[in-house]
């Protein structure tokens, strides 16, 4: 079983649609955990930590349910840049190691 | 700015060519990361240094050759390679023991030809 796993998607929704996808992990000893946005050729960069008690950033809310082990990512009122790469990252095993889930992809169309 | 820099941007190089990628993080982290990633494929960890200690091999042939001369900076030495060692090539910076994210560099396109 992989460490962290992901829909692929695609998501394809319009514009100001709410869309909303989850990634399981699976070491229930993971610490910390984060979104990641990528874009098409670039590099990974961080879209928020993910906190116990949830949290919201904008339009962006994630959460984290450690009993069934998944956290999971709400985009409300999309917008056509929300298109791209949503990475789940997991502190899995100790301190340095970071495990990233394969992505789910979120194309916004006008 | 990323405060993870990395050269070349892209690189073309034949098979028998030997090349370095360099990676330099200005944060103050004390772990560095090489991860690969082929087109529309995920993220594959390649190495991890941690305290200048690589901790990490995942498994990665030896024509991949890492070096971390210290906490700062993170080489990637490369020789031999084939076509299918053509990807994108990710440095990435963290802080031990704070479980703080990744910051990763803009990344090296390697065309191997």
């Known amino acids: 079983r992989k460490e962290v796993e992901q829909d692929p998607g695609p998501f394809n929704v319009p514009e100001g649609a709410t869309v909303a996808f989850n990634c399981t992990y699976s070491n229930s000893a993971s610490q910390s955990f984060f979104w990641y946005r990528q874009d098409c050729r670039k590099e990974p960069k961080l879209l928020m930590s993910?906190?116990?008690s949830g949290n919201e950033d904008g339009r962006f809310t994630a959460q984290l349910n450690r009993a069934s082990q998944y956290i999971s990512l709400l985009i409300r009122d999309s917008k056509l840049s929300d298109s791209a790469t949503y990475l789940c990252?997991?502190?899995?095993?100790?301190?340095?190691?970071?495990?990233f889930g394969a992505g789910t992809t979120v194309t916004v169309r006008a | 700015e990323t405060g993870v820099t990395q050269t070349p941007r892209h690189l073309v190089m034949g098979m028998t060519n030997k090349k370095s990628l360099k990676c330099e993080q200005h944060l103050g982290h004390n772990a560095m990361y090489w991860y690969k990633q082929s087109a529309k494929k995920p993220l594959e960890l390649m190495f991890v240094?941690?305290?200048?200690?690589?901790?990490e091999n995942n498994s990665v042939p030896s024509r991949f050759s890492p070096e971390c001369p210290n906490s700062s900076h993170l080489f990637l030495h490369l020789h031999t390679l084939q076509p299918e060692d053509s990807a994108l090539y990710l440095c990435?910076?963290?802080?031990?023991?704070?479980?703080?994210?990744?910051?990763f560099g803009q990344g090296t396109r390697l065309t191997v030809v």
């Open positions: 990252v997991v502190n899995s095993q100790n301190d340095y190691k970071l495990s």
């Open positions: 993910v906190y116990s």
């Open positions: 240094y941690s305290l200048e200690e690589r901790v």
């Open positions: 990435a910076s963290s802080q031990v023991r704070g479980n703080t994210e990744a910051f």
